[in-house]
């Protein structure tokens, strides 16, 4: 009952949030994807599953982000054609009896559910922006101050041993036998990555917010959030945030002021990871043989198997989309393997792979949108960059487009960083004759 209650919960507090703004209707997804670890592993249900689904269901349905002028509707026309291509072609192939339907929902769901964030995400204004960077900012202190308690009082004390918990139980080789730490979260990759996905919206609340309280508000969650990354012991994580923050520091134009804040931060978390042995799990980045025998597993074992032998995919969910615990034993002919790329070739096919593919090298293109001058254009940089370097190390990894709530801050970026913002937008004259040119299109009456 009390999952189902949290799934009521979560469904009319979104669609609420999502009426009053776009903005706000993604921090309450947001608040739900961040408490979804905890939550699932604490009430033992299957309904616990569906929490955050409900909540971005309730997003999807609002009608705020759809009631847009016809000047947004063109500047994110290209970005609906996408989402219509992506999600069109797992939806045929949901019809064909690969799998058992139960396990075809839940594969459709892990390869489309999340493809509507990129329309979102091309819709966000600036003043979603501020409040979306506001919400991050909090959330990622409240997940901070539990990652705290795991680590004073134990994991175990907040993620009871289960099916649900059985990978964080799984991690336990942070320095000294440790367990990695997952706050709020599935797993502590999925911690680690999202405190690495938050830092380029605090980097712009930090570097833009009209008042101090903001500003000391986004540099304490900073730190909170490259602590969280070591906290986390992700090795992959700490390689992005490192790349992130040595970005920010060569190449942003910001006042001497904050530049020596930034790097007093800096000094900080590192004199933490250097004086606590349960935070220095990157080092073992030195170990190369073990990293070339893990990028070879991930990248030869069985990719050219699968496409000669699964031309069209094995369905979907046949392929290593995550199933929960109860639906595991029904999947026909599963595959495993720990490749995002290998995993879309098992299930949609070779049309799917070459539709991602294809939509990949197109947001690829669109560099010069992100790289525009914009008030936010550190934090635009920086989100198009970690999107980039996520799909080009997903080779390595699996778990990139189901992620909670990773795969949200993703798609959401992808989406707002390769379309014109609205400062951006053509002058209004070239906006009415683009506009002229749409089937359909009619001058509005006048009153």
Not at 75 to 80: D, E, F, G, I, L
Not at 375 to 397: E, H, K
Not at 428 to 441: D, F, H, M, Y
């Amino acid at each position: 009952m009390i999952a189902i209650a949290l799934c009521i919960l979560a469904f009319g507090a979104c669609y609420w949030a999502g009426k009053r703004s776009l903005g706000q209707g993604l921090v309450a997804v947001l608040v739900f994807g961040y408490l979804y670890g905890i939550l699932r592993a604490n009430l033992i249900t299957s309904i616990s599953h569906f929490i955050f689904d409900a909540g971005l269901i309730g997003l999807y349905l609002s009608p705020s982000w759809r009631r847009v002028s016809e000047e947004q509707k063109l500047r994110s026309k290209a970005m609906k054609f996408w989402m219509i291509l992506l999600i069109a072609w797992p939806a045929i192939l949901a019809l064909l009896p690969f799998q058992p339907w139960l396990v075809s929902l839940v594969g459709l769901r892990g390869n489309t559910f999340f493809v509507p964030l990129l329309l979102l995400g091309s819709r966000l204004l600036e003043k979603d922006c501020f409040v979306l960077s506001v919400g991050i900012a909090v959330l990622d202190l409240v997940a901070f101050v539990f990652a705290c308690g795991e680590y004073v009082l134990g994991v175990p004390r907040f993620f009871p041993f289960s099916p649900v918990t059985f990978i964080i139980y799984a991690s336990i080789d942070a320095g000294g036998g440790f367990f990695r730490i997952p706050a709020t979260f599935p797993t502590a990759h999925a911690f680690g990555a999202t405190m690495v996905a938050s830092i380029p919206y605090l980097i712009g609340l930090w570097t833009s917010a009209p008042k101090r309280f903001y500003r000391m508000l986004a540099l304490a969650s900073m730190g909170c959030a490259l602590v969280g990354v070591l906290m986390s012991s992700t090795r992959v994580n700490f390689v992005l945030g490192c790349a992130m923050v040595t970005f920010f520091v060569f190449t942003a134009k910001v006042q001497t002021k904050y530049r020596v804040a930034f790097m007093m931060v800096i000094a900080l978390v590192g004199v933490a990871g250097v004086q606590n042995v349960r935070f220095q799990r990157f080092k073992s980045l030195r170990d190369t043989d073990a990293l070339t025998e893990r990028i070879a597993g991930s990248v030869n074992r069985g990719f050219w198997e699968i496409l000669s032998e699964y031309p069209m995919g094995n369905g979907l969910g046949g392929g290593g989309t995550s199933i929960p615990y109860f639906l595991q034993g029904q999947v026909r002919n599963p595959i495993g393997m720990e490749n995002e790329y290998a995993r879309i070739l098992s299930e949609q096919g070779v049309i799917g792979l070459l539709l991602w593919l294809s939509f990949l090298g197109w947001a690829l293109f669109k560099f010069r949108v992100a790289f525009a001058p914009d008030p936010r254009g550190t934090t635009r940089r920086l989100v198009w960059g970690l999107c980039m370097i996520s799909f080009a190390t997903a080779w390595i990894g699996t778990g990139l487009l189901t992620s909670i709530p990773g795969t949200l801050f993703l798609l959401m970026g992808l989406g707002w960083t390769t379309i014109p913002s609205a400062r951006l937008a053509p002058a209004p004259e070239r906006v009415r004759i683009a506009l002229q040119r749409q089937p359909g299109w009619s001058a509005p009456r006048a009153g």
